[in-house]
Structure formats: C-alpha cells, structure tokens
C-alpha cells in the first residue's frame, strides 16, 4: 500500500511534491543555523514542526513578498510561521542568529568579530497609513510611510536597524540606531561616518555618551550621484535590502516586526558570500 502523503506540518524539503524555492535554506546553509535555533524542550509536546521549514517560509515571505496567508502550500501553515516568527523576535533568537552569522563573516574575512568603524544612514519607505500608528511624512522625500535607520560595518553587515515614523528627525533616529547597539559593539566601536543630515555638535555629543565613537561628516564635493568614501558601503547594504519584494516598502503592523525582516534578509545574504566583497 502506498504511505500517504504526511501532512504538509510534519514534511521535510527533500518530502516536497513542489519544486524547491530558491530561498530555501541548503543542507550547508542549515547546518550553520540550526545550533543557533532554540533546543526542543525535554517536557511537553513534541514540535511538531520542522524549524528549517519555518525558516524557509520566512525567507520564502521575505523575498517574495504578498500576505502571509499567500505562502504556497507545500510550505508550513503560514499561522504557525508567523508564531514561530514573532516567538522568535520577542525572545531574542532573531537577533542572536543576526549577530551570530555577523560575526562569522567577519571572521571569515580576516577582521575582529567586532566592527572598529561603521556608517549610518537613513531611507524613507512608503506604507499603508491603515497599518499602525507608527508612521509619518517624510517632507524632504515627499514619502508618507516610515523611516528605517541602519548602522553597517565597513563590509555592509547589519550593525543596528530602527524603523520610525518617516518624519524623524536624521539625527533623533541616529541615535535611537546607536542605542540599539549591544555593550560588546558599542565597545568596539570608534568611528562612525555620516552625510551631512547628522551634522552638528549635538549629535556628536550623544554618540560619544552613548558609544565613545567619533563621528566624521563625509561631505558630498559634486553635484549629482557620486560614490562618496566610506559612505557607499551603507547604500549597497540599503540596495540589498530593497531587492526583496517584502521590504520595497513598509506593510507591517508592528515596526518591530519591520527591522525583524529587515534582519532576516540579511540573514539569507550572510549566508552567500559571494553576494559579498
């Protein structure tokens, strides 16, 4: 008698009727994951889930973007995603499996585990004014949405990520970027290279309490589009970030929620060295 076919819940990626999703998490990729994934209880029921599956719905979510309750069929129920999800954002996991997989690139590229230096920068991203109550216009951009901040080290690994309302101040997300950072970051860090929204003593001043960092103003000398030194590491990291569909503008409810996904991308491309130089 032919076994029937599991329920989608309990089915492996190689158990698929459906093709593999380019964003699914490879045997290699998973093996660097899965230690820094929480360990099942001893007591209680049993998971019912496979974490690897969740991971590649997320990611699945991630690139492909639409609602959650779109994620193809032969992936887990996208209910049970989005509770593993945001399980794991409010415990902490996410974050510790973000800086994990930092570190772990810096390591392979010959650098400290801690970045010395990094550059901070800001984009305005549209949003539906129905979803929250964290949102704003953005008079400068012209954008009615929010505003997310991230702080990269000089390879463009996420450091720090804040999602605000889109008419914050340059220099009031800054810091609430710089805040975010954990004591062994701040610590390390001792240059952080700014445009000129974050010009001004008073900003200066805060990141030194905050951090002990310099800030150093990298101006623009030319009109038009230039790759300005030290500063073109953070607009490639914010160019990765919008190449996947969830992020090309802002839909979530909870900001916390959006700087989850924004660290969730980046997830997936610290899994690819290749993407980076």
């Known amino acids: ?64 973007g639409g609602i959650w309750s779109d994620l193809p069929t032969d992936l887990p129920a996208y209910q049970t995603v989005y509770k593993y999800f945001r399980r794991w954002q409010r415990q902490g996991v996410w974050q510790q499996i973000h800086d994990a997989l930092r570190q772990q690139v810096r390591v392979s590229a010959g650098k400290q585990p801690q970045a010395s230096a990094g550059s901070l920068d800001s984009q305005s991203v549209k949003t539906d004014g129905n979803k929250g109550e964290v949102y704003g216009f953005d008079g400068g951009q012209l954008i009615k949405g929010r505003k997310r901040f991230i702080l990269v080290d000089t390879l463009g690994m996420l450091m720090a990520v804040v999602v ?68 073109w590491v953070v607009e490639r990291t914010l160019a990765w970030i919008n190449q996947n569909r969830r992020l090309s503008k802002d839909d979530e409810l909870l900001p916390e929620m959006s700087e989850a996904i924004i660290q969730g991308s980046m997830i997936r491309l610290k899994q690819k060295p290749q993407v980076i130089r």
């Open 1 to 64: 008698m032919v076994e029937a076919l599991k329920p989608r819940r309990f089915r492996r990626a190689s158990e698929r009727a459906a093709k593999r999703y380019s964003t699914d998490l490879r045997d290699r990729e998973w093996e660097i994951v899965e230690p820094l994934l929480p360990r099942p209880k001893a007591r209680g029921r049993k998971r019912q889930v496979w974490q690897r599956e969740i991971l590649n719905a997320i990611f699945y979510q991630i690139h492909n």
């Open 164 to 231: 605000v309302n889109a008419n914050c101040s340059e220099q009031g997300g800054g810091v609430m970027a710089v805040e975010t950072l954990e004591p062994e970051q701040a610590k390390a860090l001792t240059l952080i290279w700014v445009d000129q929204g974050y010009q001004g003593e008073n900003f200066a001043r805060v990141v030194v309490q905050l951090c002990g960092a310099t800030v150093e103003v990298v101006k623009r000398a030319d009109p038009g589009f230039v790759l300005l030194p030290k500063r």
